[in-house]
């Protein structure tokens, strides 16, 4: 069975100061990671997925296969970052489309 | 401009009547998900379709069931909905292994 942990339900910082949103997952075989956000009153979107290693809004993110994670880091955190992020998973095995297993997601306010 | 469109974005429906939730995409993607998301928890795989093909996740209760007469349009049936039913019900699309795009969603209210 594949889990995404996202041990923070809100998180708070202040506008300019790092920010990094945790996720552990486990599952038995390669996993695909990605982060979805969701900001007020807009539908879930995709921030950014590993395999891509790109960097969307300066935001990054590192697969840790050791640690099993897949923490979510800005340096310096705006005031339009504010938003629900959701941590998911999917695996490189699957045959039919990305079934994809979310994270109860966390809620970052930052604040000015 | 819209690409994954769920209507209606509120239904109220009475304890054990039939439903039925539309999901439609602009984006001619060969896979169509179902997600529930209740308060505060994470969006929850129900099935999806690949191209033609349905595929069940193994908790899905019986009480929910899908069609997709075509490429651009999915449903999602319930057929007697409970107290338990409410929640969020969000559409997805997406070409294989491809990124999912999420419709805006639609609010459940069993009474």
């Known amino acids: 069975a594949q889990r995404v942990t996202q041990p923070e339900k809100l998180l708070s910082v202040f506008k300019g100061a790092p920010v990094e949103l945790k996720c552990n997952y486990s599952?038995?075989?390669?996993?695909?990671l990605f982060w979805y956000v969701q900001y007020s009153r807009q539908r879930l979107q995709l921030l950014l997925r590993h395999i891509s290693r790109e960097s969307i809004k300066g935001f990054t993110a590192d697969l840790n296969k050791g640690e099993t994670s897949f923490h979510l880091k800005k340096p310096f955190a705006q005031e339009e970052d504010s938003a629900m992020y959701y941590c998911a998973l999917s695996g490189l095995e699957e045959t039919s489309g990305s079934r994809l297993t979310f994270g109860e997601g966390t809620q970052l306010t930052v604040n000015p | 401009d819209a690409m994954v469109i769920q209507n209606p974005r509120y239904q109220v429906t009475q304890f054990g009547k039939p439903v039925t939730l539309s999901c439609s995409q602009t984006?001619?993607?060969?896979?169509m998900y179902w997600y529930q998301q209740k308060s505060s928890q994470a969006p929850k795989l129900l099935f999806h379709y690949y191209d033609k093909d349905f595929n069940n996740e193994a908790d899905t209760p019986d009480n929910f069931q899908s069609r997709r007469p075509n490429t651009s349009f999915c449903f999602l049936d319930i057929r007697s909905p409970g107290l338990g039913d409410a929640a969020m019900y969000l559409c997805a699309t997406s070409n294989w292994r491809e990124t999912q795009y999420f419709g805006p969603g639609t609010r459940l209210l069993v009474l």
């Open positions: 984006l001619n993607h060969n896979v």
């Open positions: 599952y038995s075989g390669s996993p695909e």
